[in-house]
């Protein structure tokens, strides 16, 4: 058997599994509009935490959509302008419109060492936090009336110390496209989730620091945002904390009720991606180099396969090319709620090409962390294993 045979037979076993993941994840992994959210969220007081740098463009539609929000008996919003370097706190005072509910802060000092610019944020801002429920949203998150309430709603019936509702990921570039459905791939072609969130196993976490909805008092059991301050990944690390504390954790796609276009560009998405990408897999060039040639083998040797081969080598490389894209379109699906669109069908026939530049950003992520060159909304970002300060209070 000649080694192009034994290659494309292992990357499309690789590839059959991940669909066989995503196939069971679309069926079982609940949606928060699968719930009705017209009563009130158990009556729960809610504080909704906004880190804001640089999001004068994006901060005012939020805060609407947070003005909106119903079902809850009692919410409070805290808006930190984290040292930005354009009008957020001003387009934030003026979208706020005198709603007693809001706070608006403004923070002019750095991070402290030892801390990134987010964790600092959003310790800041959970600082003199007493409500029994802490929600963390980025600024370019969109929500419908009724998210929060069903979030908080289901955050108690499942009887977690976190659920992280993930937003659809829109997108409105090619590059866009091509990588920014690989978030919620990543994981929904490799993690049954319904059955990992049973246990407290912290290898099987999945957040997204978008939109993380806490029991405040679990959230301070583990330090906050204290126990995560160096990490690029807070999200995911601050998961994987409470799961080692013995606190479960989980995940729901939220759909139409929660939205958001991370990057506007090829070059936003190029840097953002690179800011963080060295620390997937632990941190490990070794690791991200394995799970590189697995993914090579599953999702590059059987498109060249089906082009380049012939036979049986050819019919191998073409099952395993269909398994990537149809476990590409069950995640979208799982994440978007609705049948896949032109854009989609496309975007997961261009599958290889999209791994390709994934791991081309983590390449260039690692070269920029061994030159102490990362950098993110004009901050460098803090150094790993160094001693955090204490963030002060807001």
């Known amino acids: ?41 158990d009556s729960a007081a809610v504080t909704v935490c906004v880190p804001a740098r640089d999001e004068a463009d994006r901060l005012p ?34 979208a706020v419109a005198g709603d007693p509910r809001f706070v608006v802060l403004r923070g002019d000092t750095e991070p402290p ?8 944020a959003c310790a800041r801002l959970a600082h003199e936090v007493t409500t029994p429920v802490l929600v963390f949203l980025d600024a370019d998150v969109r929500l419908a009336p009724e998210a929060i309430a069903a979030a908080v709603r289901e955050l108690r019936r499942r009887r977690v110390s976190l659920l992280a509702p993930w937003p659809c990921q829109r997108s409105g570039s090619l590059t866009e496209a091509l990588v920014q459905p690989l978030l919620c791939w990543s994981w929904a072609s490799t ?10 196993r912290a290898s099987t976490t999945v957040a997204c620091g978008q939109f993380l909805v806490f029991d405040t008092a679990d959230y301070r059991a583990i330090g906050g945002h204290a126990a ?63 799970v590189g040639a697995v993914a090579a083998l599953a999702f590059l040797v059987p498109p060249i396969a089906a082009l380049c081969g012939h036979g049986r080598l050819r019919r191998t490389g073409i099952l395993g090319y269909l398994a990537a894209t149809t476990s590409r379109l069950l995640a979208r699906r799982l994440e978007t709620g609705r049948r ?13 090409l999209g791994v390709a530049a994934y791991f081309r950003l983590w390449v260039r992520s690692c070269r920029l962390r061994r030159r102490d060159g990362l950098r993110w909304k004009g901050r460098a970002l803090a150094v790993p294993g160094r001693t955090p300060e204490p963030a002060a209070s807001v």
């Open 113 to 120: 060492a030892g801390w990134t610019g987010k964790a600092a």
């Open 228 to 290: 995560v301050a160096d990490s690029v990944t807070e999200d995911l690390d601050i998961a994987r904390a409470l799961r080692r504390s013995g606190r479960r954790t989980a995940v729901l796609a939220a759909e139409q009720l929660a939205h958001t276009r991370m990057y506007r560009d090829a070059r936003e998405l190029d840097a953002g991606y690179t800011r963080w990408l060295w620390s997937a897999y632990g941190g490990s060039v070794f690791a991200g180099s394995a």
């Open 61 to 94: 539609a939020l805060i609407a959509d947070l003005r909106a929000q119903r079902g809850l008996d009692q919410l409070t919003v805290r808006i930190l302008d984290d040292a930005s370097r354009d009008d957020t706190a001003n387009l934030a005072r003026r």
């Open 340 to 352: 896949a669109n032109v854009a989609d069908l496309l975007a997961s026939l261009a599958h290889p």
């Open 191 to 200: 993690v049954p989730v319904t059955a990992t969130e049973r246990t407290t």
């Open 1 to 41: 058997m000649s080694v192009a045979t034994t290659a494309t037979r292992v990357g499309t076993a690789f590839a059959l599994c991940g669909v066989a993941v995503a196939a069971y994840n679309r069926l079982t992994v609940r949606s928060l509009a699968d719930r009705p959210a017209a009563d009130t969220a």
